[in-house]
């Protein structure tokens, strides 16, 4: 039975987006997914919670267009609203892009793109929704392992996340009045299409990067979803301020 909590969950159409959705569903929630660009990939996220009898939504939403943010809350308390509720328990900022090369090869326009997608879209719209959440409510962070250990070619994607962690620290003393938790998840090589799905296609690559990681292979999106779903759970109510990392020991 649902607990009639609701979260919302970015990016959640495809890959770590739509498992987290999934999982917080299983774990009694009713969910609202979001996308960017491909309304159908959305519709199956929500017709695969449907179909296991949880609730689910679609609404659009492009977390680089900060200017569209206030639209975005009237659409989201009119969704709410169907569901007669007037608040967010849960969001999930997962939404993010990774542009990927060496020094010499970034451009002005690559750089802006991932910090104004992944730092700058992040922060305004927990801005924008911290009105809507719930006092006791939580917020998860997408990052990466990539803010531990190093790989070239990754130095601006990397940054971002880095700089979302350090968010996720303040913001959860900002919105601990509220009884708000503020964490983040840093997914290791997981066998998504994120990257236009390198590491789930590419056998080599994924064999290479499990080989360097303590549990011997790389991950698997519902993985990520779960450990999304435990970090949301009242089990883990005294955890707040705190980077969990879920990549199988990656580079140990």
Request: charged share 20%; no cysteine.
């Given at each position: ?8 969950v ?46 689910a ?72 929704l ?55 998840i ?20 994924r064999?290479?990067?499990g ?42």
């Open positions: 039975m649902e607990s009639g909590k609701i979260a919302l970015t990016g959640g159409n495809r890959g770590l987006g739509r498992a987290t959705a999934q999982s917080l569903a299983r774990h009694g929630l009713r969910v609202i997914a979001t996308y960017r660009g491909d309304a159908q990939e959305a519709e199956e996220t929500v017709k695969s919670i449907q179909d296991t009898g949880a609730t939504a679609a609404l659009r939403l492009d977390i680089s267009d900060v200017a569209s943010f206030p639209a975005f809350v009237s659409h989201l308390a009119a969704q709410l609203e169907r569901w007669d509720a007037t608040r967010l328990d849960v969001l999930v900022n997962n939404a993010g892009i990774g542009l990927f090369g060496p020094l010499e090869a970034v451009t002005f326009d690559d750089y802006d793109a991932v910090m104004d997608t992944n730092v700058r879209g992040t922060f305004f719209l927990i801005q924008a911290a009105p809507v959440l719930a006092d006791g409510g939580r917020i998860i962070n997408v990052s990466s392992s990539l803010s531990r250990h190093t790989s070239a070619g990754t130095s601006v994607y990397s940054a971002s996340k880095a700089a979302v962690e350090v968010l996720s620290r303040t913001l959860a003393v900002e919105l601990g009045e509220r009884k708000i938790r503020v964490n983040t840093a997914p290791g090589p997981t066998a998504t299409d994120f990257n236009g799905g390198a590491m789930r296609d590419d056998a080599q690559m064999e290479g990067l080989a360097q990681t303590a549990l011997g292979r790389v991950g698997e999106p519902e993985e990520i979803g779960d450990a999304i779903a435990a970090l949301a759970s009242e089990d883990l109510r005294w955890v707040t301020a705190q980077r969990l990392e879920v990549s199988g020991g990656a580079l140990l």
